[in-house]
């Protein structure tokens, strides 16, 4: 490994500020990043629920919140005076005289001001890991977190479960705490960010943890390979040896980010105080359990397992046909398949669970077909994909070329690994590339222009890019399979969208409306 130190992380006290629910009753507290995603209003309500005074607090304008403050306001239900509204503005005097401050995770904790002035800092998420009994299936890594956790509710739901989904997915635990007891599995998509403020807690504790894939990301926040991957550890740091870790056993070249690091999925394998699975694209070695893909494309596991009060190693087949295109989707698939066997579900039926599930919202999703001049056009959002590594992937889905809708905002990233697959002799390479402006797209040219990758242009708008789209589409040659369109921007959506949910939502919205 290379030497690169690890910046020293802030460690929160062991435990929560409250005991328990009922002692939130009457106490200030400040949540700190009202937003639009979900996280700070689930807050706001929970606590508001339970009787606190509160200060919802945001740099953007009511304004540019006003999609949830009208949720709040409209609701008769919350005693709204007990409520109050800073925002456009934070005040260290509020941050001060709070009980305690819900922070949003995006918020860094170094340098900042208000949260240093805070008496107490808590997270939705530690707030339901200490108030929960459930079991949690906790999931985190680069890419694929969301098909993954997805992919798992889903299966558990169909096998019978009484199984909820949140975190990172956009969900809030706290939307659903009080329905949770020890029977319901509570699946937990973290980002690195969510798990960073745990640190020091001893409250996540994952019956089953999966770290997917990891490549560089957030590095405009983190600026360190070692520091990012260091808040992924957390995912399985309080894991004991009657819990599963599931890892990754393929190398790959982009993890390491500069640290010389092949695999992460070894250095966590030799961490963790839990048991170990793998997964793999291909066939694991007779000595590692798992899962893995075979020729074929169905999946396999080899699992240990106790039948008659004795220990025997079975090799099944636990997941065929899926609906959902991509290599990648598939080893998703497949670890959820792996975490719905440790729950007790029969391969078989596992198998056919996940033959039914169509994927996940802005992720690959199918949602519109439409017919020009007899040619036939079908359209997916991956606006979720905001690394270049994703939208390689999403190029490369659909065994044959596709109309590909990219670029967009930078946050740091090496952006080659998109122009190297798209120029690759092995890969498949795009009908057609339109692309949105942005700060990554303005250093994603050059690179095209250099593997001679030719762009049909770049738009300022999604309204501008796909009437071009549909006045082009007479000139495309003729198929008798419909052409695939695909956005999968690579990049973020900051300045010309509220994010990557809004993204896709006005690209599906738009699509409907041209074509």
Not at 17 to 39: A, Q, T
Not at 85 to 113: Q, T
Not at 174 to 180: A, D, Q, R, V
Not at 228 to 252: E, H, M, P, R
Request: aromatic share 8%; proline share 3%; glycine share 8%.
């Amino acid at each position: 490994m290379a030497d690169e130190k690890v910046p020293v992380a802030h460690i929160y006290p062991e435990g929560c500020v409250f005991d328990k629910i009922e002692d939130i009753k009457d106490k200030r507290i400040v949540v700190m990043g009202l937003g639009l995603n979900g996280g700070g209003e689930a807050s706001v309500r929970f606590l508001l629920k339970h009787g606190a005074y509160v200060i919802a607090t945001d740099m953007k304008s009511e304004d540019e919140l006003r999609t949830t403050v009208d949720s709040i306001n409209n609701d008769s239900a919350l005693d709204k005076s007990r409520l109050t509204y800073r925002l456009g503005e934070h005040r260290i005097e509020d941050f001060e005289n709070a009980d305690c401050v819900i922070k949003n995770p995006g918020v860094k904790y170094d340098g900042n001001k208000y949260l240093a002035a805070a008496k107490a800092i808590e997270s939705d998420i530690s707030l339901f890991l200490h108030f929960s009994k459930a079991p949690v299936i906790a999931v985190t890594g680069s890419k694929g977190k969301s098909s993954t956790v997805s992919a798992i509710y889903y299966g558990l739901k169909e096998a019978g479960f009484d199984a909820y989904l949140g975190g990172n997915i956009t969900v809030s635990p706290l939307t659903f705490l009080e329905k949770t007891n020890e029977k319901t599995p509570v699946v937990l998509e973290l980002s690195s960010w969510q798990l960073a403020d745990l640190h020091g807690r001893k409250a996540l504790k994952p019956k089953i943890s999966v770290i997917t894939k990891i490549i560089p990301d957030h590095q405009n926040f983190y600026h360190s390979m070692i520091a990012y991957v260091a808040d992924k550890k957390l995912i399985y740091a309080d894991q004991t040896k009657s819990d599963w870790t599931i890892l990754d056993f393929d190398d790959d070249a982009a993890a390491d980010g500069g640290t010389l690091i092949s695999n992460w999925g070894n250095i966590f394998a030799r961490e963790t105080k839990a048991k170990v699975l793998r997964y793999s694209r291909k066939a694991l070695p007779k000595d590692v359990e798992g899962v893995w893909i075979d020729k074929s494309g169905h999946g396999k596991c080899r699992l240990t397992v106790k039948n008659a009060g004795a220990k025997e190693t079975k090799e099944e087949t636990i997941l065929k046909d899926l609906i959902v295109p991509g290599k990648h989707i598939r080893t998703n698939a497949l670890n959820a398949a792996l975490v719905m066997k440790i729950m007790g579900v029969e391969s078989k039926k596992i198998s056919e669970i996940l033959g039914r599930w169509n994927g996940i919202e802005h992720r690959l999703e199918f949602f519109h077909e439409a017919e020009i001049d007899g040619q036939k056009f079908r359209f997916y959002n991956d606006s979720a994909a905001t690394v270049p590594e994703a939208a390689a992937l999403a190029s490369q889905s659909f065994e044959r070329p596709v109309i590909f809708l990219t670029g967009g905002t930078d946050k740091g990233l090496d952006l080659s690994p998109l122009a190297e697959t798209l120029s690759s002799e092995n890969s498949i390479k795009p009908e057609s590339i339109y692309m949105l402006s942005g700060s990554a797209t303005d250093k994603l040219l050059p690179l095209f222009s250099k593997k001679s990758i030719e762009v049909r242009g770049v738009f300022d708008s999604l309204d501008e890019m796909l009437k071009k789209l549909r006045k082009d589409a007479p000139s495309f040659e003729k198929s008798a399979l419909p052409k695939i369109v695909v956005l999968s921007p690579g990049a973020t959506s900051f300045g010309m969208f509220k994010n990557e949910f809004d993204r896709g939502n006005q690209f599906k919205e738009k699509v409907k409306e041209i074509f």
